[in-house]
T-cell receptor
Framework: DVKVTQSSRYLVKRTGEKVFLECVQD?????MFWYRQDPGLGLRLIYF???????EKGDIPEGYSVSREKKERFSLILESASTNQTSMYLC???????????FGDGTRLSIL | AQSVSQHNHHVILSEAASLELGCNYS??????LFWYVQYPGQHLQLLLK??????LVKGIKGFEAEFIKSKFSFNLRKPSVQWSDTAEYFC????????????FGQGTTLQVKP
């Protein structure tokens, strides 16, 4: 069974801090994704990566960056956290082509 | 741009009632469709998927969905809900030609009263 592990379930940070969210998958999947989930808005794609060192912007990339140095790990970086980035962040991975995505448990991030 | 619309944002049902959650998508080409469920405190998990073939798709836990191409719809159904079906449900679509991005609807919160 695919396992997608996010480093923290809950995180509290301060405005202006640089925040790292980590995600690791154990199925050698090429594609990895970062979403944020907000009530009434569903899941919105922030960034995705289809290979090591490759990244593409999703629908809401502003204020975020990503890093994929190894195939199994995909990091989301909030360069300078702001209160409007308080949200649930979900990581997902999938094999190439149109396969179902597998999700981690999510990180609930609060920016004070 | 592709989009997915879920019309019901919050649904409240009693146990044993029948369920139908609406999902419409905007893409006109070949589509691959999914329903995901998120139980309280848990990760999103796949309920069912449609890639091709029989437009009536059966998933886990007694759920099914029907792909109606002419209506751009992929509604989720269950004949008799249980309290344990209380969760948030998301419809999602891959369009052919995109880069593997999954487009999600806004989600529907289902509350089942015992």
């Amino acid at each position: 069974d695919v396992k997608v592990t996010q480093s923290s379930r809950y995180l509290v940070k301060r405005t202006g801090e640089k925040v790292f969210l980590e995600c690791v998958q154990d199925m050698d999947h090429e594609n990895m994704f970062w979403y944020r989930q907000d009530p009434g808005l569903g899941l919105r794609l922030i960034y995705f990566s289809y290979d090591v060192k490759m990244k593409e912007k999703g629908d809401i990339p502003e204020g975020y960056s990503v890093s994929r140095e190894k195939k199994e790990r995909f990091s989301l970086i909030l360069e300078s956290a702001s209160t409007n980035q308080t949200s649930m962040y979900l990581c997902a991975s999938t094999a190439p082509l149109v396969q179902p995505q597998h999700f981690g448990d999510g990180t609930r991030l609060s920016i004070l | 741009a592709q989009s997915v619309s879920q019309h019901n944002h919050h649904v409240i049902l009693s146990e044993a009632a029948s369920l139908e959650l609406g999902c419409n998508y905007s893409y006109g080409g070949t589509v691959n469709l999914f329903w995901y469920v998120q139980y309280p405190g848990q990760h999103l998990q796949l309920l069912l998927k449609y890639f091709s073939g029989d437009p009536l798709v059966k998933g886990i836990k007694g759920f099914e969905a029907e792909f109606i191409k002419s209506k751009f719809s992929f509604n989720l159904r269950k004949p008799s809900v249980q309290w344990s079906d209380t969760a948030e449900y998301f419809c999602a679509v891959y369009g052919s030609g995109n880069t593997g991005k999954l487009i999600f609807g806004q989600g529907t919160t289902l509350q089942v009263k015992p």
